[in-house]
Structures are given as structure tokens and as C-alpha cells.
């Protein structure tokens, strides 16, 4: 099982941060030993993160306070450390240009992102279709939904939907609206032809295929000593699917990049990220 997620409805998961979830998942996970060092550990990173030599504490105090309200009050896809780690990268990124967001649900990320861009004087493109996954492309495609969220279920159309008034809502709630510029549509749609230069790209698209379309149009733009982030880390068939060298070569021209954390994650609390730089 990949998470704590909570059978929302009929049609959607997210990770829940409702203390009785989180607890129940990490019992059944860990066991109560297991939960226990886990606790001692997250606390650990929450401390490095705001007490890190050479960091400015009054802004990573204030990213941690920010995005707790967010993790609160909006149903996010991602667990809070995930974001802290990714924290730690933009606000150290030297990297000038704007940072873009691949599969934002209902806003929760793109609301911390837009916190970030707005610390670091960027700008935050904002990509979804806002009506939630495609059809899967091939059936392994679809079967991942059952590695990834630990049910006997497989992603769908329309699962993981946030319309644009709700991811704007939360944004203007909890963020920073004022930096964001949004990219409605299907990535194959909406991303050809679009020039954004970016520094820092995060990619939550759970799709193999949709991943692919990110890689095809962004990664090339992608500045030299730019990042990018993907969700789905952990899961080798993803990791598969979004490194295959034989699409590389047929799409980009070019051997896929190195990705830091592949199939473990970047930290056995953020198991689903890991990253890849621009050389
Ligand atoms: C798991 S959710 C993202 C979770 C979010 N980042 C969070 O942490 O709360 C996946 C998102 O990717 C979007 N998505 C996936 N494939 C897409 C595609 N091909 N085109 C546009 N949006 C897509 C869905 O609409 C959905 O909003």
C-alpha cells in the first residue's frame, strides 16, 4: 500500500491528514515501534528543515506555518514532508524562472508552490486539465492505481478532479494567487507549442502517458541547473514508464537523465519524490 488514502467517493482518493487515518495507516504499516520511530523521525526532519546551518529561519518557519494550514483545510494528494523536502530545493534553487506544476487536484500543492514562487520572485504555471486523469492508455498503465493506492482498483477518467474555481479558491485562500498563471487542458493539448523556460518542474500526473506528454514538451525547456520533480516515485513500473530510453530517444533525442531516488524516494518520509537536474 502506498498511503493513507481514504476512499473519498465513488471516484476519488487522496491522502488524508485526519489524525485517526494517518494513525490506523501508520499502524498497519509499521506497527506501533515502527509508527513510533517514524514520529521521532519526522519530527527530526521538521526540525532540520527549520533549523538548517545557512537557511533563513523566518522564511522556512513560515513556509512550515503555511503549509499546515494547507494540509488542514484542503484535500491534498501529497503527505506534508514531500512538500517540505521540495521546499528546501526551490528556496536554495539559484536557478532563475518560474516554477511549473503538473497535476494540481484541488489546489493543495499548487498552493504551497505558489507560496514558494512568490518567496522566490517566480512565476507558477499551473497545468491541468481541472477535470481530472484521462482515460489510462494501456491496461499496466490503468493496473497501477492498484500498486500505487493498494486497492484491487485501477485509475480512471475523471478520478482525481479539482475544477479550476476550487483550485483558484484555494489558492486565493491559502496562497498566493497573484503568481500564478493558469494552463487548462489535457497536457497533450495544452502544453505543444507552450514557452515557459521554467526553472523548477513538478510533475503529480500518476499517468505514465501524461507523464510522458510533460516530459515531451517541458523538458527541453527546462533551464541548465533546473530541476524536476516527479510524484510516483517509489513505483518501479512508473519509473519504468517515465525512464524508457527507447522513448527518449524516439521523442527527445536524448538519453533519459539520471533520477535521484528512483524506486525508493528521496527520504523514507517523501517515498514518492524523486528528481533529475538539467545538465
Ligand atoms: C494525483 S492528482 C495531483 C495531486 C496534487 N499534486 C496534490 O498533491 O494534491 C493528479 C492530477 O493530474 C491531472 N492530470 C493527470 N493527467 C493529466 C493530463 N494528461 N492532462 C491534464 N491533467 C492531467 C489530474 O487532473 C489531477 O489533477
Known amino acids: 500500500m502506498g498511503s493513507p488514502e481514504t476512499q473519498e467517493s465513488n471516484d476519488s482518493f487522496y491522502v488524508s491528514h485526519k489524525f485517526m487515518d494517518v494513525a490506523k495507516y501508520m499502524l498497519e504499516q509499521n506497527g506501533l515501534l515502527g509508527s513510533f520511530a517514524k514520529y521521532i523521525q519526522y519530527k527530526k526532519a521538521i526540525k532540520e528543515f527549520l533549523t538548517e546551518k545557512g537557511a533563513n529561519v523566518a522564511d522556512r518557519k513560515s513556509v512550515f506555518e503555511q503549509f499546515n494550514v494547507i494540509d488542514k483545510k484542503v484535500k491534498c494528494g501529497h503527505y506534508p514532508y514531500q512538500f517540505l523536502l521540495m521546499a528546501k530545493y526551490i528556496l536554495d534553487l539559484k536557478v532563475p524562472g518560474p516554477i511549473v506544476e503538473c497535476g494540481c487536484y484541488k489546489g493543495g500543492s499548487t498552493a504551497k508552490l505558489s507560496i ?18 484521462p482515460s489510462p492508455q494501456f491496461e499496466a498503465e490503468a493496473k497501477m492505481h492498484g500498486i500505487v493506492h493498494g486497492y484491487n482498483t485501477t485509475f480512471h477518467k475523471g478520478e482525481f478532479a479539482g475544477t479550476m474555481e476550487e483550485v483558484k479558491s484555494n489558492i486565493r485562500n491559502y496562497g498566493c494567487i497573484d503568481v500564478c498563471e493558469f494552463v487548462p487542458g ?6 505543444p507549442g507552450i514557452k515557459i523556460d521554467p526553472a523548477f518542474v513538478f510533475i503529480d500526473v500518476d499517468l505514465v502517458t501524461s507523464a510522458r ?11 541548465k541547473g533546473g530541476l524536476w520533480f516527479t510524484h510516483e516515485a517509489a513505483y518501479h513500473e512508473y519509473i519504468y514508464g517515465i525512464m524508457d530510453k ?27 519524490i524523486a528528481y533529475m537536474e538539467k545538465l
Open 116 to 133: 514558494l514562487a512568490k518567496m522566490t520572485n517566480r512565476k507558477l504555471y499551473v497545468c491541468d486539465s481541472f477535470e481530472g486523469l
Open 246 to 272: 527507447t522513448w527518449w530517444h524516439e521523442n527527445l533525442g536524448e538519453c533519459p537523465p539520471l533520477i535521484i531516488g528512483a524506486g525508493t524516494g528521496l527520504s523514507p518520509l517523501a517515498h514518492a
Open 213 to 223: 506528454d510533460c516530459f515531451k514538451h517541458l523538458w527541453p525547456q527546462l533551464l
Open 186 to 191: 489535457y497536457f497533450e493539448n495544452s502544453l
